[in-house]
């Protein structure tokens, strides 16, 4: 068995960009520098421009013609739907419940592996999910907004919708990552996902003022763009060569870590001991499931 460091390390190098991004995509949102759906097909065109360049110096491979299909797909659930409604849902709720609510990922995951992959549900592995849970749900509860325009519940919806659509999308390439290089498919990813999400973001894009974007607002929107999107999806593919589906998707309970703790730094929240058993049982959780035998990719 090859040694599972370097998966582990780019999981966690994910879902630290995936945490701080929530702070800066909703800072750019509600700001009112640009709107969800104009933001989404901003970073999924100039993504798609970074990895087709990035191409260049990859793996050249033949796409077998009756996989284009399965490309579409998994860029409608994994970059279309599965941005437009984070986008969209994390206008009306807050960074810290949106990443709360991406916690439900590895449940969502863990359903369709045993069905689509048959991939055996062991109890350790359920332990280490609901142990997870808890933390993260202690979390939720004692992270609400102060924003009276907020609707919460209607942005954690959303949010939820993206969750399921992200958790779909991991199933989808776990069986294209066992036939072509991540880096063949990641640019035919996001080359359709641009399609896609064109008719719905093209207006807002349009209307864009960007001479009244500062520094703090290109930074962030380039860190999502580059980090959180050009990074991450470069890296959970080659995690899911060496991981399970479900060991991948259970590492999204680190997101609201690393949400919470930018939060402080930013110093729009504070750490409390309440804050603290949460963070540990997240941490618990996802130890319990990276440490049995599914670290090894599914077979």
Same mark, same amino acid.
């Given at each position: 068995?090859?040694?599972?460091?370097?998966?582990?390390?780019?999981?966690?190098?994910?879902?630290?960009?995936?945490?701080?991004?929530?702070?800066?995509?909703?800072?750019? *949102?509600? =700001?009112?520098? $640009?709107?969800?759906?104009?933001? /989404?097909?901003?970073? +999924?065109?100039? @993504?798609?421009? &970074?990895?087709?360049?990035?191409?260049?110096?990859?793996?050249?491979?033949?796409?077998?013609?009756?996989?284009?299909?399965?490309?579409?797909?998994?860029?409608?659930?994994?970059?279309?739907?599965?941005?437009?409604?984070?986008?969209?849902?994390?206008?009306?709720?807050?960074? *810290?419940? =949106?990443?709360? $609510?991406?916690?439900?990922?590895? /449940?969502?995951?863990? +359903?369709?592996? @045993?069905?689509? &992959?048959?991939?055996?549900?062991?109890?350790?592995?359920?332990?280490?999910?609901?142990?997870?849970?808890?933390?993260?749900?202690?979390?939720?509860?004692?992270?609400?907004?102060?924003?009276?325009?907020?609707?919460?519940?209607?942005?954690?919806?959303?949010?939820?919708?993206?969750?399921?659509?992200?958790?779909?999308?991991?199933?989808?390439?776990?069986?294209?990552?066992?036939?072509?290089?991540?880096?063949?498919?990641?640019?035919?990813?996001?080359?359709?996902?641009?399609?896609?999400?064109?008719?719905?973001?093209?207006?807002?894009?349009?209307?864009?003022?960007?001479?009244?974007?500062?520094?703090?607002?290109?930074?962030?929107?380039?860190?999502?763009?580059?980090?959180?999107?050009?990074?991450?999806?470069?890296?959970?593919?080659?995690?899911?060569?060496?991981?399970?589906?479900?060991?991948?998707?259970?590492?999204?309970?680190?997101?609201?870590?690393?949400?919470?703790?930018?939060?402080?730094?930013?110093?729009?929240?504070?750490?409390?001991?309440?804050?603290?058993?949460?963070?540990?049982?997240?941490?618990?959780?996802?130890?319990?499931?990276?440490?049995?035998?599914?670290?090894?990719?599914?077979?």
């Amino acid at each position: 068995m090859k040694n599972n460091s370097f998966a582990l390390f780019a999981l966690i190098l994910v879902q630290l960009f995936y945490g701080v991004t929530f702070t800066f995509a909703n800072d750019v *949102i509600d =700001g009112g520098y $640009i709107q969800p759906y104009g933001f /989404i097909l901003f970073r +999924v065109s100039l @993504a798609a421009v &970074l990895f087709w360049v990035f191409s260049i110096w990859t793996p050249k491979e033949k796409i077998d013609r009756l996989d284009y299909p399965k490309f579409m797909i998994a860029a409608f659930f994994g970059v279309a739907l599965n941005m437009l409604a984070f986008f969209k849902g994390l206008q009306f709720t807050t960074p *810290i419940n =949106g990443s709360v $609510i991406m916690v439900t990922t590895p /449940i969502i995951v863990l +359903v369709l592996s @045993a069905f689509i &992959l048959g991939e055996k549900i062991i109890k350790i592995k359920l332990l280490g999910i609901f142990i997870g849970l808890s933390g993260a749900l202690i979390l939720s509860v004692y992270n609400r907004s102060n924003n009276s325009a907020d609707n919460v519940l209607l942005g954690n919806f959303l949010v939820l919708v993206n969750a399921a659509s992200y958790s779909y999308y991991l199933i989808l390439i776990k069986k294209l990552t066992n036939k072509y290089h991540p880096y063949t498919f990641i640019k035919w990813l996001f080359l359709f996902g641009t399609f896609f999400v064109l008719p719905f973001g093209y207006s807002e894009l349009s209307s864009v003022k960007w001479s009244s974007f500062t520094p703090y607002v290109w930074f962030s929107i380039l860190f999502v763009v580059v980090c959180a999107t050009f990074a991450t999806y470069l890296l959970n593919p080659l995690a899911l060569r060496k991981l399970s589906a479900t060991t991948v998707s259970t590492f999204v309970y680190i997101q609201p870590i690393f949400a919470g703790i930018f939060a402080i730094i930013m110093g729009s929240d504070s750490l409390n001991a309440i804050k603290i058993t949460a963070a540990s049982l997240i941490f618990l959780g996802v130890y319990l499931v990276s440490k049995n035998s599914n670290l090894q990719a599914a077979k």
